[in-house]
């Protein structure tokens, strides 16, 4: 998932235990937004994109859903979404290949 902005930058925190993320100065606003990731579901920053987060599982549905809670909660409001893009969207999605041996 990538952060989109277009004036304030979204400041994110993920606590120790990786299974939930706050989101802050959506917008210019004060509000913190926290999310709780499913069960089964870890979060991470990506090493190498500045602004993108990494959600890991083992259930895709699980994980789906999380990115779908994530997105959700910073969705504008009150605003014209034409000129509002800012929020936190899928960028790529993907699953792991096992080798079958």
Do not use: W
């Amino acid at each position: 998932m990538r952060f989109v902005y277009a004036r304030f930058p979204i400041n994110a925190s993920i606590p120790n235990s990786n299974n939930a993320i706050e989101i802050r100065n959506f917008l210019g606003e004060k509000r913190v937004r926290k999310v709780e990731m499913l069960d089964g579901v870890t979060i991470t920053r990506s090493e190498k994109v500045k602004d993108e987060l990494v959600l890991d599982g083992s259930d895709i549905e699980l994980v789906s859903r999380s990115a779908a809670l994530i997105n959700q909660k910073c969705h504008v409001k009150n605003k014209d979404i034409r000129k509002f893009l800012d929020g936190i969207y899928v960028s790529e999605r993907s699953t792991i290949a096992t080798r079958d041996e």
